[in-house]
C-alpha cells in the first residue's frame, strides 16, 4: 500500500506552486509529475514504490557505459521496424512508481506494444525491455525498481553493475523474473527481439565496436 504523504507534499498539493522534489518523500505518481513539471532544472527524478528519489551527479563510470547502452539499442531500433528506442524517458507504470530508466526498448502499439504515449506525452505501461547502468544505484535497481517492474509486466530488464563488472539480465517467467545465463560464446540474447545479442565480455570491457558487430548477426 502506498504510505501516507509528508506534511511538505500535502501543503505542495494544495498551493498553487507546488514545494521542490526531495529524497525520501512519499506521494502518489499524479503529485510526482504535478510537482517534477515545475522543476525544469532537474534532469533525473523518480518515484519507485511509492519513494522519490532524486538523480545525483552523473560521473564518466556511469556516462561512458550508458553511451554504450544507448548505442547498441539505437542500432537495434533502427534496424527493427515496430520497435522504437528511448533514453532518459520518463515511464508512468502504476500509482507508486514513475521512472526514468536509462534506456529501453518498447514495440509499438501497432506491433503488439503495451506501452502508450499519453496525453501529456509521457510512456505509460510497460516497454518490454528496460536497461540500468548501476554504477551507483545497485541496490535501488535490483531491489526496489526489480519489483516494480516485475510487478508491471515488463518482459526483460537489464541491469550493468558497472563497479562488480557484471550483468543481470532478467526474463519473466510465471510472474517472476529469472536471470539467463550467458550461451557458450559468452553473449546474452533477448527472447524479445530477435537478433538482439549482447557478448558480455566485449560490453564489460566498453569495446563498443564489437559490441555493435553482435547485432549483425541475427542466425545464433
Not at 104 to 112: S, V
Request: hydrophobic share 40%; net charge negative.
Amino acid at each position: 500500500m502506498l504510505a501516507v504523504e509528508s506534511k511538505s507534499s500535502a501543503a505542495g498539493s494544495s498551493s498553487s506552486r507546488p514545494l521542490p522534489l526531495e529524497s525520501g518523500e512519499f506521494m502518489h505518481s499524479r503529485e510526482f509529475l504535478r510537482r517534477y513539471e515545475r522543476m525544469p532544472q532537474v534532469k533525473k527524478a523518480e518515484l519507485i514504490e511509492g519513494v522519490v528519489y532524486m538523480g545525483s551527479p552523473v560521473s564518466t563510470n556511469h556516462a561512458i557505459p550508458d553511451g554504450i547502452i544507448h548505442g547498441w539499442l539505437a542500432l537495434y531500433a533502427a534496424r527493427n521496424p515496430g520497435v522504437q528506442f528511448m533514453p532518459n524517458a520518463t515511464v508512468i507504470l502504476d500509482a507508486e512508481n514513475t521512472v526514468q530508466p536509462d534506456a529501453f526498448l518498447r514495440r509499438l502499439p501497432e506491433h503488439g506494444g503495451l506501452s502508450r504515449v499519453n496525453e501529456d506525452g509521457y510512456l505509460t505501461g510497460p516497454p518490454e525491455l528496460i536497461v540500468e547502468v548501476a554504477a551507483s544505484s545497485a541496490s535501488i535497481d535490483l531491489r526496489d525498481k526489480r519489483r516494480a517492474y516485475c510487478r508491471n509486466g515488463v518482459r526483460e530488464y537489464l541491469v550493468w553493475l558497472v563497479a562488480e563488472a557484471r550483468l543481470e539480465w532478467f526474463c519473466l517467467e510465471d510472474d517472476e523474473y529469472r536471470l539467463q545465463l550467458p550461451d557458450a560464446e559468452g553473449a546474452l540474447h533477448s527472447r524479445v527481439f530477435p537478433g538482439l545479442r549482447l557478448p558480455v565480455t566485449p560490453l564489460l570491457a566498453c569495446d563498443t565496436a564489437k559490441v555493435l558487430e553482435a547485432l549483425t548477426d541475427t542466425s545464433r
